[in-house]
């Protein structure tokens, strides 16, 4: 290992880009707060480091400065990264990953320069060496004394935050994590084109396929394609005052555009099904006017990309009501109360 100044390796969090970029965010604002005290790499990011206009120049998503400190990762990362339109790593890439992070925590536990930190480990990956805390600020100065103290910190989990900063330094963490000019330029014309047909446009996230399968926490916010359209319905009458309303809808399953028929809807050229990849759905709600989803930070991240209010939809039947959309920095934050770190 090459390292001139302490090494945080951020291991791994939870979840798939959405929840990567809600943890990579708080790493940016805690380094930007701290400049040159620290060489990072966010080995939990590799996956998706060709999304982004930064990582895709350094798929080790070292930070701030491409450094050579573990320089065995530079050459794993291509290995490591998403190859197609999907979200999740293959099972070679996971049991790889998993075996590469059980190495960094092990590295991080045996010197005396070194340690391993766990922070509410919700894969409940207890064959990974570290001392175990439920949560992490990172704006404490006793935080920077823990990292500064130690040459080398293997530090993982997902309730690792840092909000006083990330809102003092959102602007600057809105440009380390802006998508690739690739996804770019295929969203924003076709943005451009509904601009031309609605004055409001309304971003709606449908999360379906994997809350299915999950437990009773996860399910409580899987709504079926019914839901939705009455949500959009009542969207629709209640912002009426805004002028032509117009709808972006994106989904992690195929929908029938049949049920939507009529109600200005337009498919975003991510959507499950369509060719268009993922983040191409992300970046076109976060070109809207206002985003409109379930328990998901896909959604919500699109919503602080692009500094636009959400509306959370969290229960059944609920009226859709415009005083409770939230600001872009408040949706962030609300998936850290709707309880038990359900995302």
């Not at 805690?30 to 998706?48: A, V």
């Not at 409001?200 to 394609?225: H, P, W």
Request: a neutral charge.
């Amino acid at each position: 290992m090459i390292c001139n100044k302490p090494l945080i390796i951020y291991t791994h969090g939870s979840g798939r880009l959405g929840n990567q970029l809600f943890s990579y965010a708080h790493f940016i604002a805690f380094l930007s707060e701290n400049p040159e005290k620290y060489n990072f790499i966010n080995f939990g990011f590799i996956p998706y480091s060709r999304l982004l206009k930064n990582t895709s120049e350094n798929l080790c998503c070292t930070y701030p400065t491409e450094h050579n400190s573990f320089l065995p990762l530079k050459y794993l990362a291509p290995i490591l990264e998403v190859k197609s339109s999907l979200k999740l790593v293959s099972n070679s890439q996971e049991k790889l990953i998993v075996n590469i992070t059980r190495l960094i925590h092990g590295y991080g536990s045996i010197s005396p320069q070194c340690q391993s930190l766990i922070v509410n480990d919700i894969y409940n990956w207890s064959f990974i060496a570290g001392n175990r805390i439920q949560y992490l600020d990172l704006a404490l100065p006793e935080t920077v004394d823990y990292f500064s103290n130690k040459m080398f910190t293997a530090l993982a989990g997902w309730s690792i935050r840092s909000w006083s900063l990330l809102e003092k330094h959102k602007h600057f963490v809105q440009e380390a994590l802006a998508f690739h000019p690739r996804y770019i330029n295929i969203a924003q014309p076709f943005i451009d084109n509904l601009r031309q047909k609605y004055d409001f446009l309304i971003g709606v996230a449908i999360r379906q396929g994997d809350y299915r399968s999950s437990g009773e926490v996860y399910k409580r916010f899987l709504f079926e394609v019914d839901q939705y359209i009455d949500w959009i319905q009542q969207a629709k009458d209640v912002f009426a005052h805004k002028g032509r309303i117009g709808f972006v809808l994106t989904a992690d399953e195929p929908q029938d555009p049949r049920k939507f028929t009529g109600m200005s809807v337009h498919f975003s050229t991510g959507i499950a099904g369509a060719k268009g990849h993922f983040v191409e759905s992300l970046i076109e709600l976060s070109l809207c006017d206002m985003v409109m989803a379930s328990g998901t930070t896909f959604a919500a991240w699109s919503a602080f990309a692009g500094n636009i209010p959400f509306l959370a939809l969290y229960k059944p039947n609920q009226k859709i009501l415009e005083k409770d959309s939230l600001s872009y920095f408040d949706a962030l934050k609300l998936f850290d109360t709707l309880g038990n770190k359900i995302l």
